[in-house]
T-cell receptor, first 111, second 112 residues
């Protein structure tokens, strides 16, 4: 069974640019989550989709972040415009129940 | 807001030594508890979980954790570590609403 995949694995952009991260969950998983880890700090929840609907987006930092989940399959997280403090590792996870399976993460560096 | 506290930022020990990583959480209701591990260059993966029942939970690779409700703790243990246990370990909690709250992580370095 394929795991959660994320693309790209690394992204280096300049402040003010736009970046789009993609997550492909495990097939059949209705729940999809985005988390972020800023260097040296804890992994923090960003948002939770159930199928194509946003169930909980309480962790989204501000309106520069936009998440979508087209047709309840893959999800994208767009940061526009990117700021220096957006640097970190962005994790995606999926689940059917409470056990979440994580992707490898996307390391975003904003210069 | 709920929080998760991991007692150690970095632990260094020798092979065959015993390991115990502390985790405390602040949340008054019923929670699910997890330990995740990230080996160098790999995904976060689940070591073990506690939902209900026996508070002593056994996970993969010889790890176990004990849930002590009165202390709001979920400490991870392994009697004898191996070099391959070098990794970062994360305690996580969810109050049964799916989103996970993580501790800051503990880096464990096992010297051969």
């Amino acid at each position: 069974e394929a795991g959660v995949t994320q693309f790209p694995s690394h992204s280096v952009i300049e402040k003010g640019q736009t970046v789009t991260l993609r997550c492909d969950p495990i097939s059949g998983h209705d729940n999809l989550y985005w988390y972020r880890r800023v260097m040296g700090k804890e992994i923090k929840f960003l948002l939770h989709f159930v199928k194509e609907s946003k169930q909980d987006e309480s962790g989204m930092p501000n309106n520069r972040f936009l998440a979508e989940r087209t047709g309840g399959t893959y999800s994208t997280l767009k940061v526009q415009p990117a700021e220096l403090e957006d640097s970190g590792v962005y994790f995606c996870a999926s689940s059917q129940g409470f056990k979440q399976f994580f992707g490898p993460g996307t390391r975003l560096t904003v210069l | 807001a709920q929080s998760v506290s991991q007692h150690n930022h970095h632990v260094i020990l020798s092979e065959a030594a015993s390991l115990e990583l502390g985790c405390n959480y602040s949340y008054g209701g019923t929670v699910n508890l997890f330990w995740y591990v990230q080996y160098p260059g790999q995904h976060l993966q689940l070591l073990l979980k506690y939902f209900s029942g026996d508070p002593l939970v056994k996970g993969i690779k010889g790890f176990e954790a004990e849930f002590i409700k009165s202390k709001f703790s979920f400490n991870l243990r392994k009697p004898s570590v191996q070099w391959s246990d070098t990794a970062e370990y994360f305690c996580a909690v969810n109050p049964r609403d799916y989103k996970l709250s993580f501790g800051a992580g503990t880096t464990v370095t096992v010297r051969a």
